[in-house]
């Protein structure tokens, strides 16, 4: 999936970049911080093939969407997709997310339940899953000492990311599946993180985990959207264990825990996702029409 030729939605004075492919059962991908809608390259034309209409986003302050100055909630990205969902009228729709990709999408099915197929949770973002995680110590660090940590922060959101510091945030994000492939090396996927705007996106993210931790006491109910998650079990950057305790709260109707892979199980392991994804999302099975846009 190619970074030009993206559409652009409007709300609220950004604009919101996204790929958009195929005719059929609408379904929109949401990338996870620190990424674009690149991640989605691998298995956007196997959904198209499947029978799908596919909308992948770049999220507000990522990728070649807007990076407003001010770091964008969980609530507002919430705004943009129910604005997007709308202008399109693609209720109801299924939306498959990664990381904070799938919180977005968990809040959005709370928020509008009647206006969702189905959802695919890969590697859900909550305020547990990373405290638990590889990075977990970042958000201890910047809880227990604000002051400290502020003048590193704003170095960082200064300053443009190293190459080799942009390999290896990458490089981190795959499981040992990936060992041997250049995707760390691959500059659709490590020019994220050429903007400084990117990096106040992901310290934006951090310092609004308390919202994401509703999700953590959120338990789905009747007549709530299907859900299916997937984990990738060498995820070093979300905890797979607190994974395992999330899904006894969420209850998806199925789980998927993918060996050797880790926080980009799409393109790690691209035909097993989008065979899950579209299983998941009931192509071929009979769905409501889609509802008229308020």
């Known amino acids: 999936m190619s970074t030009t030729d993206l559409a652009v939605h409007l709300h609220e004075g950004l604009e919101i970049r996204y790929r958009r492919t195929g005719r059929g059962a609408p379904i929109v991908l949401l990338h996870n911080g620190g990424t674009s809608h690149a991640i989605w390259r691998d298995v956007a034309p196997r959904l198209v093939a499947g029978g799908h209409e596919v909308f992948a986003l770049d999220l507000a302050g990522f990728g ?4 407003p100055r001010q ?3 969980l609530e507002r990205h919430v705004d943009v997709v129910a604005s997007l969902v709308d202008a399109h009228r693609l209720a109801p729709v299924s939306i498959v997310g990664n990381c904070m990709g799938s919180a977005i999408a968990l809040s959005f099915a709370r928020r509008r339940p009647r206006d969702v197929a189905a959802l695919v949770l890969i590697n859900p973002l909550t305020e547990a899953t990373f405290a638990a995680g590889g990075l ?3 958000l201890a660090l910047r809880r227990s000492l604000p002051t400290l940590s502020q003048p590193v922060v704003a170095a960082l959101v200064r300053a443009p ?3 080799a510091a942009r390999a290896w945030m990458t490089r981190l994000q795959l499981g040992s599946r990936s060992r041997g492939r250049p995707i760390d090396r691959e500059d659709e996927l490590c ?3 050429d903007s400084p ?3 106040r996106s992901l310290v934006g993210v951090l310092d609004d985990l308390s919202a994401y931790g509703a999700l953590d006491r ?3 109910p009747a007549r709530f959207p299907p859900i299916t998650t997937i984990w990738g079990l060498d995820n070093r950057v979300l905890s797979p264990a607190a994974g395992r305790r999330l899904c006894h709260s969420l209850r998806p109707l199925r789980q998927e825990w993918l060996e050797g892979c ?3 199980p799409m393109l790690e392991a691209p035909e097993r996702v989008a065979t899950v994804i579209i299983e998941a999302t009931g192509v071929g099975l009979e769905l409501p029409a889609r509802r008229a846009a308020p």
């Open 262 to 264: 880790g926080h980009l």
């Open 71 to 73: 770091a964008v909630s």
């Open 161 to 163: 990311v190293p190459q």
């Open 197 to 199: 705007g990117q990096v």
């Open 136 to 138: 977990g110590a970042t």
């Open 191 to 193: 020019a994220c993180y």
């Open 218 to 220: 959120f338990t789905p």
């Open 64 to 67: 070649r969407s807007s990076h």
